[in-house]
C-alpha cells in the first residue's frame, strides 16, 4: 500500500512535471536554444498568479486564461529584440545569452520580491479523496489535471492550427520551410513566446503546490532539462513519458532512500539514460 501510496504520488507530480517541461523542450527543438531562463519564467509566473490571488481573489486554475497572453507578450518582444540576434549561433553563445538574461530576471524578482517564501493558501482547503486506502489531495488532483489539458491544447495547437504546422515545418526543414514561403524570423519569435506562456501557466500551477522563490527558479530549470532527456526530444510524448518518468522515480526514491537523495537518483537515471540511449525513451531520431 506504501508502494501504491508513492507511485500515485509520483504521477500526480509527473503531471505537473509535464508542464514544466513542454515550453522547454519547444524552445530547445525548434530553436536549438537551451534555454536558461525557463526557470525564472516559471517562477515570474508563479507571483503573478500569487499576487492576483493575494489582491484580486483570482485563483491560480483560473490565472492561466490571463497570464498566458501577458508571457506570450514579453517571450515574444524578448526574442524579436534580444534572441533573435544569435538564432543560427553556435549553442555556447545561445546558452550564455539566456543565462545572462536568467541572472537579471532573477536579482529582479530577489529585488522586487525577496528571497521570502510564499505560498497561496485557500480560504476552503480542497478535499481529500481516498481510494482503496490512497490519499488524493484535491488541490494536487486538480493542478494534475489542468496540467494535461495544457498538455492537450498545446497538442492541438502543433497538430491542428496553421502556426503550428509552420512550426512543426521549420522545426523539420528550415530551409524547406523557406521555400514554401514561411516567415522563419516570424515563427521562431512565435516558438518562443509559445514556450515562455507555457511556462507561465505551469508557475500558477505550481504556486498551489510549492512554495514560491527566485531561488527556486534553477531546480525548475534542473527538472525540465532532466525531464527533456528522460523522454527524448521531437515529441509531445517525450516530454509526457520524460515527466510521469521524474515524477514517479523522485517518489518512490523518498520512499527508498529519503527526499534528500531524490536529486541524486534523478540524475543517475538520467546518466544511465543518455548511455543506453541518447534519444531519450520516447525521443526522435535527429534530436539527441
Known amino acids: 500500500m506504501f508502494l501504491a501510496q508513492n507511485l500515485v504520488n509520483g504521477v500526480l507530480l509527473g503531471g505537473l512535471y509535464v508542464c514544466i517541461a513542454i515550453g522547454f523542450s519547444l524552445i530547445w527543438g525548434v530553436l536549438n536554444i537551451i534555454n536558461f531562463l525557463h526557470g525564472s519564467l516559471i517562477v515570474l509566473g508563479s507571483y503573478i498568479a500569487y499576487f492576483a490571488f493575494v489582491y484580486f481573489g483570482i485563483s491560480p486554475f483560473i490565472a492561466p486564461l490571463f497570464i498566458m497572453p501577458l508571457m506570450f507578450g514579453l517571450g515574444y518582444a524578448l526574442q524579436r529584440s534580444v534572441l533573435n540576434v544569435v538564432i543560427g549561433k553556435p549553442v555556447l553563445i545561445t ?7 536568467d541572472l537579471i530576471l532573477n ?5 522586487g520580491f525577496t528571497a521570502n517564501f510564499r505560498r497561496v493558501v485557500f480560504e476552503h482547503p480542497f478535499p481529500t479523496f481516498e481510494v482503496h486506502g490512497i490519499v488524493i489531495p484535491g488541490d494536487r488532483l486538480t493542478a494534475m489535471a489542468l496540467a494535461f489539458l495544457l498538455t492537450l491544447i498545446f497538442f492541438l495547437l502543433l497538430n491542428r492550427s496553421r502556426i503550428g504546422r509552420a512550426i512543426v515545418a521549420v522545426r523539420n526543414d528550415r530551409d524547406a520551410a523557406v521555400l514554401m514561403g514561411v516567415n522563419v524570423k516570424q515563427i ?48 509531445i510524448g517525450g516530454v509526457v513519458v520524460g515527466g510521469l518518468a521524474l515524477g514517479i522515480i523522485e517518489s518512490v ?12 537518483i534523478s540524475f543517475l537515471v538520467l546518466l544511465v539514460v543518455l548511455v543506453v540511449k541518447p534519444s531519450g525513451i520516447a525521443g526522435k531520431l535527429g534530436y539527441e
Do not use: H
Not at 203 to 209: I, K, T
Not at 254 to 264: F, I, K, Q, S, W
Open 188 to 235: 521562431y519569435a512565435i516558438t518562443f513566446a509559445t514556450g515562455v506562456a507555457f511556462a507561465g501557466a505551469a508557475g500558477s500551477l505550481l504556486s498551489v503546490v510549492f512554495p514560491i522563490s527566485p531561488i527556486n527558479s534553477g531546480i525548475l530549470l534542473g527538472k525540465a532539462f532532466v525531464i527533456c532527456i528522460l523522454g527524448g526530444l521531437g515529441s
Open 95 to 101: 546558452l550564455t545569452l539566456t543565462f545572462g538574461l
Open 253 to 264: 526514491g523518498a520512499m527508498v532512500a529519503g527526499p534528500e537523495y531524490t536529486v541524486l
Open 107 to 111: 536579482n529582479l524578482m530577489l529585488w
